[in-house]
C-alpha cells in the first residue's frame, strides 16, 4: 500500500523532528523544538521558592504556559493580551503540559524550587501541545542541571522522561501518526497521548469530533501512539547526550 | 471482598442517580441531575438563527457552558464574574460539554437553531462534569422536543444519547466506578469517558494524578466506564419516557 | 371589589412563600426561598477572621453577593463571568442585600468572623431581591448557630430579623403587594421595602417608572409594605422554629 | 435653640448653592455645580440618533454617568479606569441620576436624539449624588435648548425639573438637611430625596446606616427632603433665567 | 509678515497662560492649569512610603496619572474606566509626565514620600500634555512645601523647575509655538519639549505626522521650544511667588 | 582611546546586525531580527479592506503590534494575556512601531488594504524596539511585493525606507551608538532616532534619565543616530536584493 499523506510520510512515521537547546540565552533552559514545520520555542524559567499555598512544605512546584504568536497560523489571530482575555483553548493545552511535566518530577528531590515552563508557538502546523511537552521535558531537564550546578537539589527530580504525540484516523480509516494541520482538521477521531519513557501513560485525550469510535479503534490508536511516543523519547535522549 | 467505599458501594456501582424533568419554568429544557451529593441544574435554551461564522449554512449549533455556584464547594470560591475571568477548569469543562453534545446532533436536522446548555452546579461531590453531560442530554432532548412541536426541524437531530462517568484506580488499585470527592482527590489514576447509547466513545480523558497507568490498567477503566455509561444511559430512557 | 390581579391573588396578599433550610450539604446556611416561581438559593459562609482594614477591631462582618443564572428569565441573558465584569444592578443589589443584613448584626457580638451570603436567582419572576433578602435572613440565623455552636460568639449577634417586600400601583392605581414580574414591569412606581422584625425601616426605595407620585401615595405604598413585612417575619420565625 | 452644625447652618438650611452654566466650550450643555464645597462638572453630550434597542421607535433617551476625580475627596483613591472596574457605588449613582433625569423626560418630543450626562465629581464633600442632579437638570435643559435651535425636536422635552438632596439624622437625632461629608458619615440614617419641580417624588432612597428608623422618622425626613427641593427648584430656575 | 494664526497670535506666542493654584480643598497641592482653552486640574497627593519595590532605600517617589474627562474633546469620548482598559495614548502621557517631574526631583532629599500628580484635562484643545507638565511642577512645588512643612524632607528635593511646550510646523512651513486644537492637527511636524528652568532638555519628542523633517526644521523647532519654556517658566515662579 | 564597550565595541559601531527573510511560513513577509543577541520576530500579515472608520476612502492602513515574550529578558515577566492589560511600555512601543512605518507609506499606492506587523521580541538585549522598527520595515518590503503579484497595488506605496537605533551617553560622558542592555541602563540620557533611507528624521525621542542634557550634547546624539541609521539602510538594502 502506498502512503497518502500529504506530505509523502507513512503513516506510522512522525515528522522530522528538531530540537535545538539553549537557544535563549538568559533561560536557565530552552529549546526549539520542530515537528516538521511546527515550531515551539520553549523557556524554563527557574525561580528559588515555590508560589504561597506551597510554601514550607519542602516540595518543589512545576507550572507551564502556552501560547501562540498571532501569525503562527495561516490566517492572523488577534493577541490574547489584547483581547484582555486568555481563551479557553490556550487555558486548556497551559493546564496539560504542566500536568505532563509534573507526572514525572519527584517535588520533594526539587526542593522548594519553582520551574515554570513557557512554550510559545512560534508557527502552528498541527501537533503543538505534543511539540511543546516534547520539547519542553528537555528544557525541562536542563533547568534541573542548572539547579544540580547551584547544588540546589536535594535529590533527583526526574523520575522519567515525558513526550507526546497525537494520532487519528483520516477518512479512509486509516490509523496516521503525528497529524500535520490539514490532518488533523479532516481527522474523524484524534488522540493526543502522553507517555513517560518508560511506556506508561501520563494522559490520554481522545476526541471523536466527526463519528464516536469503538473499542478497537481506541486500541489501534494507542498502539500507534505508543510507537510515536518511543521514537520520540529516543530523540529527546539524543538531544539530551 | 468487601467494599470499601466511603458510601458502601461496590466498586462497580454507581452513586444513586436522579434525574429531575422541568425544573425550571422559562427553559425549553431543563433538568436537575443528581449523582448523589452532586447536583447540577442543567438550563436548555433555544433560539433561532446560529452564530455569525456559520449563518446561511443550513446547520445548526450547540454549545455549553459550566459554571460553580460559590458554595457549591466545602469552602467558599470567588465568583469568576468578580475575578472578572473565567477560569481555566471552567472553560476547560465547558468546552468538553459542548463537544460530547454536539457528537450526536446532526447539523442539518436542527436547521438554523441554536442550543445552549447552561450546567450550574448547586452542589460539588465529585463527577460534576460527567452529571453535567448526562443531564444535558436529557435537557437537549427536551429543547429539540420543543423545536419539534414548533415544527422548526429538518429531521431527527439527534443521532443517539450521550453520558458520562468518571472512573480511577483507589490507592489500594481498585477500579472504582462513579467517583465522589473524597475518592476522586484520593485517586492516582483519573478517567472520564463520554460514551453513546449505542456504546461507542466520544471523549476519553485520561490522567494520571499521581503514577502513571499502564495499557492494562487503562483497559480495566475503560470497561468499568462502558458498564457505568450503559446504566446511565438507561436511566436517561426512563427520565425521557 | 374583585382582584385583577395575574395569578387572582388580592391587592394585599403575598405569593406563596416557602423557605427551605439546608438545601445545600457545605454551607454552615442554606435556604432556597421562593416567592411563587422566584426561585432564589441563599448559601451562607462562615469564615474565621474579618476583612483587612477590620482586622483587631474585635468586630465581625457581614457581606452579600446577588447572581442570577442565565436562564433564570425568560430569555437567556450572557453570564457576568465571560462577559468580564459585574452590571450596575447586579452591584446595586448584592449591596442592598449586604446593609440591610448589617442592620440587624451587633458587630461586637459576632466577634472577628465573617459570614458572606451568596444569593444566586435560580428562576426570576419578579421580587428576586427582597426574596434573597428574606432567605438570607434566615440562612444568616443559622450560620450564627452554627458559630454558636463552635463557642465563637461573644453574644447574640441578630439584634432582629429583617425582612423585605416589594409594593406598587398599577395602571389602574390600584396599590399592590409582592409584584410577580409582569406586574413590576407595568407598575407606574415601585418601592422596595426592607423591615426589621420589629417594624421598623431598613431601607426604602422608591422609584417612580413611569408618573412621579405623591405623598400620599408613597403613604398608600408604604402601609401595604409595612403589612407584607410583617407576614413575611411570620413565615420567617416557622421556618426557624 | 441654636444650631449645633458643623459650618454653622440652621438644620433646614442649604448649603450654598452655585450653579454656572457654559463652563465647558465644546459641550452642548455644562454646568459647574457646587454644594458649599461639593464640585460637580456635569457636561451634557448631545447626539443623533439612539441606541440600538431604541433605533425606529421615535423616542429619544437619556442617561448618565457618574464619576469621581482620584483626589476629589480627603485621601486619593485609585482610578477606576485603571482598576479595569468601574464599582458598585459608581454604577448605582450612574443609575439614580438617569433614572432622575429620564422621569422628567418626554421621550417622543425629544425624538430620536440621546442626552448624555456626565458628571464627574471635581471635589467631594457630601452630597455629590444630589448635586449631579440638581446640576444635571440645567445642562439637560440647555442641551435641549440646543436641539430646539436645530430644530430636532418634536415637541417640549421637559415634563418638568427636578432636583435632589440629602437629609438624615445627627447623634441628637435632629433632622438636617443637605449633608456635607462629616455630617454624612455621622448620620443613623441618610435619605436621599428626589422631586420634580411641581413637587412629586422620583425617588426616595432611605437607609439606616445606624439604627432602623420609624415611619413618624421617616415622615420628618421626607418634608425636610420637600422643603430643600423646593429651594433648589427656585435656584435652578434662576440659574436658566 | 501678519500672522496668520487662527487666534491672532504670532508665531512665536504663547496662548494666555493661566496658574490657579490652591484650586481644591483637599490636595497637599493642587493647580488649575489653562493654556488658552486647555484646562487640566492637577491635584498632588502626598502619601507617607513608597512602593514596595523602592521601601528601606531611603529615596522617594514621584509619579504621575493623566486622563481626560469624556467631553474634553469636541465630541463625546467613552470613558477608559467603563472600556475597563487604559489606552495606549493615555499610558504615554502619563509616564511622560512622570518622568519629567521625576527629572527635577532628588529622591533622596525627597525622603522616602510619595507624590502622585493626577492630571484630569477638563478641557482639551492641543497641548494637553504641556499644559498637564506645566502646572504639574507648581503643584508639585506646592506638596513639597507642605512636606517641608511636617518636617518631613530630608534637604530640598527641587533640583529645578520643569516646563513643556509643543512646536511644530503649519503647511507653510512656518515654525508655531505652543499649537492649539486645529493648528495641531494640521501640523505636519510635531515636537514636545520638556525644559528645566535652568534650560536644559529633559526629553524631546519629535514626530513627522506628515512629511519627515530635517536636521535644520529640527533646530528651529528646538529654538522655538527653548524660548517657550523660558516664558513659561517665568510664569510658574509668577504663581509661586 | 581604546573603547571601553562592554562587547569591545567602538562608540560608533553598530553591533552585529543579522535579518534573516521568511522565516515563517505562512506570513506575507517575515523577517527574524538581530542586533547582536536582541532577537525579535517580525510576522507582516496582509488582509483586504481597513478598518471600518477608513472605508471607501480608498487608502490603505498599516499598523504594528509589539510584545516580548515572558523569557525574553532576564528574569521571566508575566504575560500580559494573564494580566488582562496591556502595559504602557508595550502600547507605547506599538504605536512607535506603527507611526515610523506610516511615515514611509503612500496610502493612495497602497490601496484598501492593510498591513499589520507583529514584533515579538524573542530575546531582549537593549533595542528592541529599534530592531523591530528596522527589521519590520523589510516585512513591510516583502509584503507590498506581494500584495504586488497579486495586483492589488494602485502604486509604489514605499515612498522610503525606515531605519532606527538608540544613541546614549555613558557616565563618562562618551556618546554611544546602539546601545546594548547594561549600557542602556547606564545611560544617563537616552535617544531613539528612527530616520528614512534618504537621511530625514521620522522620530526623535530623546529622555534624560539621568541628568538632563544641553543642546550641544543632544546634537552629537543625532549625529551618531544618523550615522548609525545610515548604516542600518544599507543593510536593510542587501537583506532586500
Not at 17 to 41: C, K, M, P, Q, Y
Not at 169 to 198: I, P
Request: charge should be negative.
Amino acid at each position: 500500500m502506498t502512503s497518502t499523506r500529504i506530505d509523502g510520510r507513512q503513516p506510522d512515521q512522525l515528522r522530522e523532528v528538531r530540537i535545538t537547546r539553549n537557544w535563549l540565552d538568559h533561560a536557565e533552559g530552552s529549546v526549539l523544538v520542530e515537528f516538521g514545520r511546527t515550531r515551539v520555542l520553549v523557556a524554563a524559567s527557574v525561580t528559588t521558592g515555590v508560589p504561597r499555598w506551597r510554601t514550607g512544605s519542602g516540595l518543589g512546584w512545576v507550572t507551564a504556559e502556552y501560547a501562540m504568536l498571532p501569525r503562527a497560523t495561516h490566517t492572523r489571530s488577534d493577541r490574547e493580551s489584547i483581547k484582555g482575555r486568555v481563551g479557553g483553548r490556550t487555558h486548556e493545552i497551559s493546564r496539560l503540559i504542566g500536568r505532563s511535566l509534573r507526572a514525572v518530577i519527584d517535588y520533594k528531590a526539587l526542593g522548594e524550587n519553582t520551574i515554570v515552563l513557557d512554550c510559545d508557538v512560534l508557527q502552528a502546523d498541527g501537533g503543538t501541545r505534543t511539540a511543546a511537552i516534547t520539547g519542553a521535558y528537555v528544557a525541562l531537564a536542563d533547568a534541573v542541571e542548572h539547579l544540580r550546578g547551584l547544588g540546589a537539589l536535594a535529590g533527583e527530580p526526574l523520575k522519567d522522561s515525558v513526550a507526546a504525540v497525537s494520532v487519528g484516523f483520516n477518512s479512509a480509516g486509516v490509523a496516521l501518526l503525528d497529524l500535520q494541520y490539514e490532518e488533523d482538521s479532516a481527522a474523524e477521531t484524534d488522540l493526543n497521548v502522553v507517555m513517560t519513557g518508560s511506556g506508561t501513560f501520563v494522559e490520554v485525550q481522545g476526541t471523536a469530533e466527526g463519528a464516536p469510535f469503538s473499542r478497537d479503534e481506541l486500541g489501534a490508536l494507542l498502539d500507534l501512539g505508543t510507537l510515536g511516543c518511543a521514537e520520540l523519547t529516543r530523540i529527546q535522549r539524543e538531544a539530551l547526550a
